[in-house]
């Protein structure tokens, strides 16, 4: 499997090549140059599977034999190891037509931690024997950075910095990230919202002069190894229910970013039978309006109980588009060279109709979360986290009568107490996230100003 960037200027690269360069140098994002198709026999054949095994045999399609099969079996038994459920991603059913995928159960307890997890183990690698030297550079709406500081901290031969929205993430997403005090960890808190830190983080990357002296890495989304790890749960959740192969199931899935439900969107040109992708979103709901409008046109940033999605510039829409456009790269420019200029693209006719055919959307309003959280909590004894509720209210938006639904279950409640008091709910946090509060925090809060950040990068990279 060769990648290539979908602005179609870099040359195919190989796997590790492609996880080195994150955003590739002429500022598109790396896909396959061919997405595999698996088999409805093979996909039997995966039912038996555990999670750590479907993860290597998802992943031999896409590695080239780059990585010996035992270093990577190796790599990935050991991110799994401590997950706190044996399934990694267990399935939860709720009713008859309503399962929950608890993908919470990492040391971060949100689902970042199924990706990052790996990938943290995927750049010590490289660096052992590639002699790279790796520094990680992300934004975070609060649950990326916690699970790349989990994933790296303490590694040899890798440096990492995350800047997250300063007092726009919960209290306990951001001491997830600040009470890690290891010396190749800085987080930046920065004046802003998430979409100003992602920004930055986009022009450091595209600057190459800057990337290639700091020796940037990605661990954000833009990376297609994050991509590539989650559809590893898409497989796995489908393939937990009994009969699936029989049955219309549909996913519901939160995403702000995009690259989760582009993960589903990927599982499913590989073959996946996925009947309906669904994406859960808030009042910052660029990607709703694109489903229902065809325009993608960034709106005012609402601050809402659900943070993690509270994004307006999707960055893994790009990919999305470029499969719509029937991977032509010259055309994806054009697009993407409008909304520079422009600030919004639009898709109609043709274009439109698969648009609506790939994908339902329903931005959930703040109290319809909140009661959402109330409802399943008084008639199921199950507490959602506000981004699940937000899933929650989509498959009830969605499903049809004949349908079954899997709602991803994106964080655990804890990590969002400040909604979850809202609704008079006092949840039991678990001992990991208690002792947060009893640790000194480590931030440095710097302005929305990109000098600035950069100075704060060149003493910690060095």
Not at 382 to 389: E, I
Request: contains cysteine; negative net charge; glycine residues 6%.
């Amino acid at each position: 499997m060769e990648y290539i960037s979908t602005r179609g200027k870099v040359d195919a690269r190989g796997f590790i090549d492609t996880v080195l360069m994150g955003l590739a140098d002429d500022g598109g994002l790396m896909v396959p140059v061919q997405i595999p198709v698996i088999s409805a026999d093979k996909l039997e054949e995966w039912r038996k599977l555990s999670f750590q095994e479907l993860f290597l045999e998802i992943f031999s399609y896409y590695t080239n034999d780059e990585i010996p099969y035992n270093d990577l079996k190796e790599m990935v038994y050991t991110s799994y190891g401590n997950f706190r459920a044996p399934e990694v991603t267990p399935l939860h059913k709720v009713n008859d037509s309503l399962y929950v995928l608890e993908l919470f159960h990492g040391p971060t307890f949100a689902f970042k931690d199924v990706a990052l997890q790996f990938m943290g183990e995927l750049y010590s690698y490289i660096a052992k024997v590639r002699g790279e030297i790796i520094h990680i550079l992300g934004a975070t709406s609060g649950d990326t950075g916690a699970a790349a500081i989990q994933g790296v901290r303490g590694k040899e031969g890798i440096k990492i910095c995350i800047l997250h929205p300063h007092n726009k993430v919960s209290k306990v997403q951001e001491l997830q990230m600040t009470t890690v005090d290891d010396s190749n960890v800085l987080n930046l808190s920065v004046e802003g919202n998430f979409d100003d830190c992602q920004k930055v983080i986009k022009e450091l990357f595209a600057d190459l002069d800057f990337k290639g002296k700091y020796h940037l890495r990605a661990i954000n989304s833009i990376n297609f190894v994050r991509i590539l790890a989650q559809t590893v749960y898409y497989f796995y959740a489908y393939l937990q229910i009994e009969n699936s192969g029989d049955k219309k199931i549909n996913i519901s899935v939160p995403s702000g970013n995009f690259g989760n439900i582009f993960s589903g969107f990927l599982a499913k040109k590989m073959g996946l039978p996925i009947n309906k992708l669904i994406i859960a979103t808030n009042e910052n709901n660029i990607l709703e309006r694109f489903v229902l409008t065809g325009e993608y046109k960034p709106g005012e940033f609402t601050s809402t109980y659900s943070p993690s999605m509270d994004i307006q510039v999707a960055s893994n829409f790009e990919r999305y588009l470029y499969y719509l456009l029937d991977e032509d790269a010259v055309k994806l420019s054009e697009y993407m060279a409008g909304l520079a200029a422009d600030g919004k693209i639009t898709v109609d006719g043709e274009l439109f109709t698969r648009v609506q055919a790939d994908f339902a959307a329903l931005g959930a309003k703040n109290q319809q979360c909140l009661d959402i959280i109330t409802k399943y909590k008084q008639e199921y004894s199950y507490l959602l986290d506000p981004h699940t509720a937000c899933g929650i209210a989509a498959y009830e938006a969605f499903s049809g009568p004949d349908e079954t639904t899997i709602t991803f279950a994106t964080a655990h409640p804890a990590k969002f107490n400040e909604a979850i008091t809202l609704t008079g709910i006092k949840q039991e946090f678990p001992p990991q996230i208690s002792a947060l509060f009893d640790i000194p925090q480590h931030m440095t809060v710097v302005e929305h100003d990109k000098t600035e950040i950069v100075r704060e990068l060149q003493d910690f990279f060095g």
